[in-house]
């Protein structure tokens, strides 16, 4: 990829009105990723008079910017409360590097928003850095939209990469919250997975991507973290453990909302009950009050 002014441009994939605002998706030649990458970009009416305040949603395993903005509707929301939202892919696309479709949990489709450090991984693989930097600057640099401070959140594996990209970097991102995040990459089989193949055997390496020892170390200042998890979702026990995180916050004092909510599994129609909590919970405590 050359590194052109023209080929770094976005160039739009779709538009389409939304509750008098433009839901877009757009590709550009993403440097974090040395590929292609895709977002969907939603901008309420207002950005049609100046900047307006973000939050981004990062999305689970085998999911791309479309199940979040298609599924969710959040738009209504955002729309009324002046809140662009902008949705990454959850990988690089079509880079065919040997067993990147092998499996749902590994590969495309399923970064784990980790700045891989194994080959062949290592080249493209670095969605930390894609959502965590290049993909704020980038949006503000083309769009009517202020990313110095925004609100994060996500679902799933988004979910864990929401808390890490939020711990990791409390200056730009000001307040997060989760659905059914994976609290502990460490300490799951699709964290344990992910993480030995995309950095290798030496656990050390593994604590900047896994939110609960990220509470651990150096603890959240900002608003308290809000997490929904429904008592249905069969990827509790086994992967999500929830109570890791609660336990970690209790420890080190950091608030959190841990809110059960009762008969709900892991899919979009739980997300699509309680997104409109989650975008008021940041216009009223996060970088969307402004």
């Given at each position: 990829?050359?590194g052109d002014?023209?080929?770094?441009?976005?160039?739009?994939?779709s538009r389409?009105r939304?509750?008098?605002?433009?839901q877009y998706?757009h590709?550009?030649?993403?440097?974090?990723t040395?590929?292609p990458?895709r977002?969907?970009?939603y901008l309420?009416?207002?950005a049609?008079?100046?900047?307006?305040?973000?939050?981004?949603w990062l999305s689970?395993?085998?999911c791309t910017?479309?199940?979040?903005?298609v599924?969710?509707g959040?738009?209504?929301?955002?729309s009324?409360?002046?809140i662009?939202?902008?949705?990454?892919?959850?990988?690089p696309?079509r880079?065919?590097?040997?067993g990147?479709?092998?499996?749902?949990?590994?590969g495309?489709?399923?970064g784990?928003?980790?700045?891989?450090?194994?080959?062949?991984?290592?080249?493209?693989?670095?969605m930390?850095?894609?959502?965590?930097a290049?993909?704020?600057d980038f949006?503000?640099?083309?769009f009517?939209?202020?990313?110095?401070?925004?609100g994060?959140a996500?679902?799933?594996m988004?979910?864990?990469?929401?808390?890490?990209?939020?711990?990791?970097n409390?200056?730009?991102?000001?307040?997060?919250?989760a659905f059914?995040?994976?609290?502990s990459?460490?300490q799951?089989p699709w964290?344990d997975?992910?993480?030995?193949?995309?950095?290798?055997?030496?656990r050390?390496?593994?604590?900047?991507?896994?939110?609960?020892?990220?509470?651990?170390?150096a603890?959240?200042r900002?608003?308290?973290?809000i997490?929904d998890q429904?008592t249905?979702d069969?990827f509790?026990r086994?992967?999500l453990?929830?109570?890791?995180f609660?336990a970690?916050c209790?420890?080190?004092?950091v608030?959190?909302?841990?809110?059960?909510?009762?008969?709900y599994?892991h899919?979009?129609?739980?997300?699509?009950?309680?997104?409109?909590e989650?975008?008021?919970w940041?216009?009223r405590y996060?970088s969307?009050s402004?």
């Amino acid at each position: 990829m050359n590194g052109d002014s023209e080929s770094r441009a976005p160039r739009r994939v779709s538009r389409s009105r939304m509750f008098g605002g433009m839901q877009y998706v757009h590709e550009h030649d993403a440097a974090s990723t040395q590929s292609p990458m895709r977002f969907a970009l939603y901008l309420p009416p207002q950005a049609e008079a100046g900047r307006v305040p973000a939050m981004m949603w990062l999305s689970g395993l085998t999911c791309t910017e479309e199940n979040f903005t298609v599924k969710a509707g959040a738009q209504r929301v955002a729309s009324e409360l002046g809140i662009a939202l902008i949705v990454p892919d959850t990988s690089p696309r079509r880079l065919e590097i040997p067993g990147d479709h092998d499996a749902a949990d590994f590969g495309e489709g399923a970064g784990f928003y980790v700045d891989a450090t194994r080959s062949p991984w290592s080249a493209n693989y670095r969605m930390y850095s894609y959502v965590s930097a290049e993909l704020p600057d980038f949006v503000a640099a083309h769009f009517p939209v202020d990313t110095a401070s925004l609100g994060i959140a996500g679902h799933s594996m988004g979910g864990h990469g929401a808390l890490v990209v939020a711990l990791r970097n409390p200056g730009r991102f000001v307040s997060v919250s989760a659905f059914a995040p994976i609290v502990s990459l460490m300490q799951c089989p699709w964290g344990d997975k992910a993480l030995r193949g995309y950095l290798g055997d030496d656990r050390s390496t593994w604590r900047d991507y896994d939110a609960t020892a990220l509470i651990e170390s150096a603890g959240w200042r900002g608003p308290p973290i809000i997490i929904d998890q429904g008592t249905a979702d069969p990827f509790v026990r086994t992967q999500l453990k929830p109570e890791l995180f609660v336990a970690a916050c209790d420890a080190v004092g950091v608030p959190l909302e841990m809110r059960r909510r009762e008969g709900y599994d892991h899919s979009y129609h739980f997300v699509a009950t309680f997104i409109e909590e989650h975008l008021r919970w940041h216009a009223r405590y996060g970088s969307v009050s402004r």
